[in-house]
Structure formats: C-alpha cells, structure tokens
C-alpha cells in the first residue's frame, strides 16, 4: 500500500500531539476523552519528576533484573553460515518477556494518579501476567480480560495470573483472542473510569497510550545501544523485532531511528497463508483504518469491518498495530515482514538446540527471519534480534505441533 | 441542520417527550428493519437512529452488540443501510440519523459517503468513537461537500468537562446526546439528582435540544427526563424486545402482531394515545 491509502479527510496538518505522521490519535467514546487528557498530563509531569524516574529506574534494575543481556549466538550463527547474531535477552526479565518494562511504568503512573483499581487486556498472557505482579507489588486490584481461545492456548499463564491475585475474565464473544480482549477492557474502562486505570499492552490504543509505552519500552534499545558499543565498538547493522501491536520493537528500534545506517526490520505472524482469517499480517498486507482508538494499518475487508486473523502466536494474533509502525513503515524508515507459523516453530526448535534458549513462539517469528538473512551476509553483518520472551508457556503448543509431525524439516 | 430535523426541535413535542428510537440495521434483515422503521415512525416516534453494524463495537453493551452480530451474518453492510433508508425516504419525513462507528464510513471513503448520505435521506450522524474533537477534519469536509444537511450530533458525558463543553459549542447542530451515565449501551439508568442537575447545567453551554440516552427503558424515567430535557434515545430496550420475538417460531401473522404490540408499547412510554 501507498500513502494513497490514506484517506484525504484523515491527513494531519503539522505535527498534532499524540500522531504520527498522519497515524494514531485518540477515537475513543466522548466519555474517555477526559481520561486520557488526565493520562496524558500525568505522564508528562511524571516524565519530568526524577523521584519518579528514580523509582522506575530503581524498579527496572532490583526487581526486573535489569541491564538484560546481550549474547552472542555463537552456535546460532555457525549453523546458519553468514551474519553474526546477538540475541537482546528480554526473555530473562523477571515474569519472562519485555512486557514489565511497561507494566511497572504504568501502574507507577495509576499509582500517582491516585487510581486504586487496574484493568488490562492480554492476548499471550505475559501483559496479564507482568500486570497482576506490578499490581501484587504495590496491592492494587487487577482485573484482567482474555480471550476465550487465549485462555485455552496459554493456559499456564492464566494460573500464573490467578496465583498473583487477579482475576481473569474471559471474553466470550467476536473471535474470542486479543482485539476482542481489548473491546471487553475499554466496555469495562467506559464504566468504571472514575476509579480504573487502564493498563494498556502495547504500543496500539488511543493517545497517550503509543507514546507512553514506547517509551517505557525504550530502555530495550538504549541497552543495546550501550552494549553493542561496548562490546562491538560500533552499532549493529540489523535490529529484528516480533510485532503484534509493536511494543518490543518500538522500544527496540527507537533509539535506532536516526541511525540510518542502522536496519529496523519488524516481523508479522503469517500464519498459515494469504487468506481472509489465516494470518495477522497488518502491516504487510493490511490497509489504514480506525480499531482501538486509532488510525492506523489494520486487517480489514471491503466493508470495514475488522477480519478474524490466525497466528500460532497468542500474542501476535491482532488486526491492528501501533500507528508509529505504520508511520515508519509510511516514511520507508522500517522494513515490515512476514513469518508462517511453521517457519516460527522450526526457528524454535533451532534455537533450542543450537544454544540451549526456548524462545516464546512470538519472538520466534523475529528468529525464523534472521534464520532466512543471516545466511545472505558475511560475518561482518551483526544482527540482533530481541528476544521479547521466554516459550515456558507455549510448550502445549509446540507438543501439538510435534505430535502432528509438523514440527521437523 | 436538515430542514427535517429543524422542524422536530422547533415544534412542541407530541408525547411527553420528543423520542428517539434505535435499531439496527439488518438485525435480522433488511426488509425487517424497514418495515419496524416505517412502523416506528408511524406509531409517533420523532426520530430514528438507525445503526450501521461493526464487527468491534466498543461503545455498546451486549444487547446492540448481538443485534450487529446478526445483521453481519446476514450480511449487512453501509451499502444496504443506505439503502433501507432511501426506501423508507419514499413514504416519511421522519428524520433519520445513522449511529456508525468510523471504520466502515472511512472505507466507504468520506467524500462518496457524506454525499450517498444526504441523496439517501439521512439527517445526521452518531459517532460514538468520534470524539468532537477529532473530528474537526471530517467535519470541515463534510460541511464544505453537503454544506448543512447533516448534523454531527454531539455525544456528551458526565465526565466532560468545561473544555470538552466549550469546543462542544461551536459548530453542532442538531442536539446534544446527553449520556445518563457512564458506560456502553444498554442496562437500565438511574434518572438521580446528580443526572438531572447535569443535563440543566448544560444549557450555561449550548442552545441546542438537550436528549438524554442510554439506560432508557421505562415510562417512568422517561416521564421524569421529559422535565428536564428535550428528548429521550430508547435503544437497546427496543432493540431487545423485537429481537425476543424474532427468536420466536411465529406465522407471518403473530410476528405482526407481536410488531404492533411493541409499537404500542414505545408510543404509550412517551403517552402517545
Ligand atoms: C513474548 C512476547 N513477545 C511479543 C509480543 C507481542 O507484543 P508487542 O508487539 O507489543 O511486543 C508478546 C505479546 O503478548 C509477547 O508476549
């Protein structure tokens, strides 16, 4: 798709608060207009608070575990014969993926905001689980929504969820995974938004919502940053990134953004193929539209409603994405691809076997496309991958795969 | 605004009330949806909101949102919305105001839509994830493609707030749609002190014909709104009873007459004789 796509009654004029390019904004029901306004001035007086700050940067380091590492895939990169490839370890963050990067910022900000009650959307689980532990943390009420299918798919996540002492409720209706989630958290946010604080999982929604958790997200990127100068001397040459709503690799990419030099490559589920209902490929083959409370890429049919999509991935399983990816895709600056299922759990089992780490099956789909690169590069090319989350909670999915001998090459 | 609805606000009210009713368009088909509109507008409702169905409708609750699931299914579309609304054009001067999420409309294309709307007959738009303040654009292109012919009908919240009210003020047209409370479609609303003081220090803000909706489904709240407003929106609670009925095996006959009595029941709550 072209900037023709765009339609012209959508174009923005200068920059506006809360866009990008002429993606995002906030088409939210009248009712959330004040919220998010409330958000929004929160988020920027927290931004300039250091005891805040502090407090965050105190959390990310005592209780996430970071600086997370940046190893060299040394048996990963002999196999495949070409580029070197460095994993960004999010899978080693406390809870298991990058997501309580996001969650601790925010529940901080619900925390400041004098809100007493949490909500939250999850589609893998990892956003409900690293929702219900900052909300443990700090004795907050957490209430998560979930699909029905998701639920079903990610079991060992929901127990996870209820041992942390929220509660899981499961969204019944539409296509029962992570869109249908986020319309039963927003039904519940509408209701109660006197007292709830909305905890979103990633960089999609309504302003303020891209911004804040991009840069909540960001810390992802300014450590590899810091670490391939260290260790490398000099800045890697790809950066590969999973997408579902775009929150791993927002905050991965960002600080990489002026470095043209610098290759950003974000990867979609393909699922199982090109038609109607058999992948989530939103930016690659999707077109811009209104879902979520912004305008940006997403799965629809010629009558604007929002396709059903399929992904191996729980958490890449969604319509939409975040509208500063359809911006970076808009201006050129990043490169979207797309990855079938079958080609995410064989990058698993790869990697499983090559170095000893099982991947979650979404950042496996930002593995199955270094698997296909790093073999068109010689040992010079540096590749890092983010590997958003570890693949505890997809066992049961992969054993399906090996028990229908789908697993193998 | 379109002479159509003009002509609803600056006359007395018929009932207790002037009452807007909702339904969703091609729940269960189209051909139903027009014979309930015809028969909505002939049993005295003033206006009819008519809803163009979306796969993820954030704003409502569980009775609007099956009726969308059925009217997809069945495989209604904008198109055939416009459609229902041409052909109910022939016969009625009722105004009649679409109630669509953006996306739909956004595909369509805006220009083609704005102007395939007003040729068809429709009035206004509710646009319940089009917060007026981004839809400056939309409405500055729909304005400058139709001129005034269609209303942007401004959705107003308890949890508005001065600013929001302010902006609210210039260039809406129509009336307000005034929220009884906080959350999606449906349930039942309670008409409290807070509610009633809320819609009355509206009119420090705007002109405009004040209609209060969501939650509205008893003769008594509407009699006690009828005090304070300009108009009252009956939507999921109509909604649910035809449905109840077409979930029923029922001759042509009883369905019609299962019909009427659901009209006589939306005339009676605004004591339309
Ligand atoms: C491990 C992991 N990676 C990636 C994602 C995709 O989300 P995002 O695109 O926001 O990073 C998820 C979402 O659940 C996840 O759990």
Sequence with gaps: MTTSS????????????????????????????PALRELAKAYESAQKDEAFQLEFKDLLQNYVGRPSLFYH???????LGGAEIYLKREDLNHTGAHKINNTLGQILLAKRMGKSRIIAETGAGQHGVATATACALFGLKCVIYMGEEDIRRQHLNVLRMRLLGAEVCSVTIGSRTLKDAINEAMRDWVAHVEDTFYCFGTAAGPHPYPTIVRDFQTIIGEETRRQALKELGRLPDTLIACVGGGSNAIGFFYPFIEDQGVKLIGVEAGGKGDAIGEHASTLTLGDPGVLHGSYSYLLQDDDGQIMMTHSVSAGLDYPGVGAEHSYLKEIGRAEYVRVSDIEAVRATQILCQTEGILPALESAHAIAHAVKLAPHYGPSHVIVVNLSGRGDKDVETLEEYMERGEYHE | MSKRLDRIFSQPAKGKTRLIAYLM????????????????????????ELGVPFSDPIADGPVIQSAGERAL??????????????????????????MSYLNPLLRYGWGKFVKDAVEAGVDGLILPDLPWKEGTNLRTETKRLVGTQLSFIPIVAQTSQEEDLLELSIGSQGFIYVL???GITGGEAEISAKVTGFINGLKQHTQLPRCVGFGIQTAKQVHCLAEYCDGVIIGSAIVRQFSELDKKELSELELRKGET?????????NSIK
């Design chain 1, 6 to 33: 765009i339609d012209p009654v959508m174009k923005i004029e200068g920059r506006t608060a809360g866009r990008f390019g002429d993606f995002g904004g906030a088409y939210v029901p009248e009712i959330l207009v």
């Design chain 2, 73 to 98: 299914k069945g495989g209604m579309t904008l198109v055939k919305t416009l459609e229902i609304v041409r052909e109910f054009r022939v016969l009625h001067e009722t105004p009649v105001l679409l």
């Design chain 2, 180 to 182: 009884s409370r906080n």
């Design chain 2, 261 to 269: 009595e659901i009209l006589e029941w939306v005339a009676e709550i």
């Design chain 2, 25 to 48: 368009a091609g729940d269960p088909t189209p051909e139903t949806t027009l014979r309930r509109l015809k028969g909505l507008a002939d049993y005295g409702v003033d206006v009819l």
């Design chain 1, 73 to 79: 895939a040394e048996r990963l990169s002999k196999h």
